[in-house]
């Protein structure tokens, strides 16, 4: 008896476009469309019954769903979530306001900070004390916690965080806190920062509190609401939720904890990538997602994506550090800028062309699109430019209107700054391209990484029209652009493990190591962590990963360090302190002799395995196509409108070799290949840019 084939979806909803991607047995079939923005639902199940349909199979044949999503993301940079208050140790009301006492940009006189998401008069104190080794200093006083809930009522609050001074080392006081809030308040959704980020460091750990307090109740109920259309539908399978992290969860672990969503949808992208990067043998890849809000870079080296457990989010200056409200999550580290299909050109005060980060959106959307923008947009510079067709944009789905574009571009831009309607188009396109190039180099700075030799894995919508452009500006000399690289995303998060990561604050100077403290300690979070994943993969043979942030005494900062997966002895005082010296010798190319050595965070990662490949290789053979067609297109180096060749990519065979300049079409985006590049098909079907040697 013959099985059936596996059948599962990726859902990717983005600020502009919603992708999908289905996967019946070794059959990928993929679809876009425009995210409705007041209900992300409808719009899913929109694509969704188109893409079932062209599948031939039926809604209950679907085995799993697997979602990411930027709507926390929106909800947090937009200020939409919930009217929030904050019950905090007396004498602390105002961490979360102070910060760190710093200015991020230190000339400037009128500097702009980002507001708490929780008002003063809905910071709430209470009395209790317990100091940092988790010893109560002053009980917690009952009195005072009914007088806050008392005020939290009145103001009608729709969620409430608790983040209490030392309660990642004895969390009794918030759980105490919590419990009167809940028979209080029924209904309110309730979060503990010894729950959602049990560390050291006040100001994250209620930041992080409060922002997935802020959450909850969206969150909530936009999940429950996906479910419940999905299974009107007729879809009865689970549905797991893409975390920041890289890994997948349950919706009831993501409806706890919906700050782990932040970046959901960009962290399927950065495992799409790293997928790649394996297949190929990459070791160093610099991944380029733009889609039609925003564009992000992610650093992967052997095949890993660069990680973090600090993220900021809703930034008052985009490059600037410190400028946004730091969220103590495992995520994927990526920078993000406001620069997509739907950013917005305009010319700034000092006569300048700016782009972004503000977008157009699906509504109303580019002016090309004809749902009443007004705004000229990078996606009409495109199209401007005779990058993209605008009879087969997005399938034919959407037809453009190239003469709009052209005619908000002139008046917005061109006619402001005496620029012919063409070069007023490129500028918006360079800019935007600028802007990306440096975003990458400063990331990579900041990384210590090279981008010269890197490859450039492009993907997005918007990804393959601009990623030669970005790539000489960075000096990059190999592009891919993958198969399905329009809906990248979604693909990525079909390749996620089931995984889930605990974080413990646990003081253990390694003079005094208690290997059995650290056994329990561990222990405990492997148990927290298996529960978690075992909800999304019962039978799954489980991997785990270990490690510890560590520093030396007296350092303000601590650095990530691998441990053993056993149970620990005396003798691995000595192990650990090896690996913590070969760690910082990594960094700073020599360990200091003589400080004592202290462990401030205990970490452990749970997963199951990841699905599958992306593609299965096929024979190449050296050919050279026919055009398809020829149309039009501007060359920045000349200043002039070349007539370049146009390839249809589905009918490109591995193997085929076409000269730059020219454009690959298909369904959902197109490929430029500059005049510096030349382009050939590899032996997975992705197309492969190498830079001319001389150049």
Known sequence: MVSSPSIRLGVDIGGTFTDVALEVGDKRYTAKGLTTARAPEEGVLSILRTIIA???????????????????????????GAKTGLLTTEGFRDVIEIR???????????????????????????????????????????????????????????????????????????????????????????TLSSDVSPEMREYERFTTACANAYLQPLMGSYITRLESELNRAGFRCPMLLMTSGGGITTTDTATRFPVRLVESGPAGGAIFAACIARQHGLDQVVSFDMGGTTAKICFIDDARPQTARMFEVARIYRFIKGSGLPLRIPVIEMVEIGAGGGSIASVDALGRIAVGPHSAGSEPGP?????????????????????????????????????????????????????????????????????MASAARVHGIESGKDLRQRTLIAFGGAAPLHAARVAEKIGVSRVLIPANASVGSAVGLLRAPVAYEIVRGRLMRLSIFDPAAANRLLAEMRAEAEAIVRQGAPVAELTEQRSAFMRYRGQGHEIAVQLPVRDFT???????????????????????????????????????????????????????????????????????????????????????????????????????????FDAQIDKFGYIELIRHSAD
């Not at 599948?55 to 999503?69: C, K, M, N, R």
């Not at 920045?636 to 370049?644: C, I, K, N, Q, R």
């Open 54 to 80: 062209e599948a031939s199979i039926q809604p209950g044949d679907v085995e799993l769903i697997i979602h990411g999503t930027t709507l926390a993301t929106n909800a947090l940079i937009e200020r939409k």
């Open 100 to 190: 760190h006492e710093n200015r991020f940009e230190q000339y400037d006189i009128n500097i702009d900070l980002p507001p708490p998401l929780v008002p003063r008069r809905l910071r709430l104190p209470i009395r209790e004390r317990t100091d940092a080794q988790g010893s109560v200093l002053v009980p917690l006083d009952a009195d005072s916690v009914s007088r806050a809930i008392d005020t939290l009522i009145e103001q009608k609050v729709e969620a409430v965080a608790v983040g209490l001074l030392h309660s990642f080392t004895n969390p009794d006081h918030e759980r105490q806190v919590g419990e009167a809030i809940a028979k209080r308040m029924r209904g309110v959704a309730v």
């Open 367 to 435: 002016v090309c699109y004809r749902r009443g923008g007004n705004e000229p947009t990078v996606t009409d510079a495109d199209i401007a430019l005779g990058r993209i067709d605008p009879t087969t944009f997005s399938g034919g789905r959407i037809t453009l209107d190239k003469s709009g574009a052209e005619n908000a571009i002139k008046s917005r831009v061109g006619e402001k700054l005496n620029l012919a309607g063409e070069h007023a188009a490129l500028g918006i396109s360079e800019v935007v391209d600028e802007n």
């Open 570 to 676: 005396a003798a691995d005082k000595a192990v650990i302190k090896d690996l913590f010296e070969e760690a910082y010798r990594r960094l700073y190319s020599r360990p200091i002799p003589g400080v004592e050595i202290e462990i401030l965070s205990w970490v452990i990662a749970v997963s199951a395995p990841a699905d599958g490949e992306l593609a299965v290789a096929s024979e190449t053979k050296a050919s050279t196509p026919t055009p398809k067609s020829r149309r039009p297109v501007f060359d920045p180096a000349s200043g002039e409108f070349l007539d370049v060749p146009i390839y249809w990519r589905p009918e490109l065979a591995p193997g085929a070799r076409i000269a730059g300049p020219a454009i690959i079409a298909e369904n959902d985006t197109s490929t430029v290949v500059s005049p510096v």
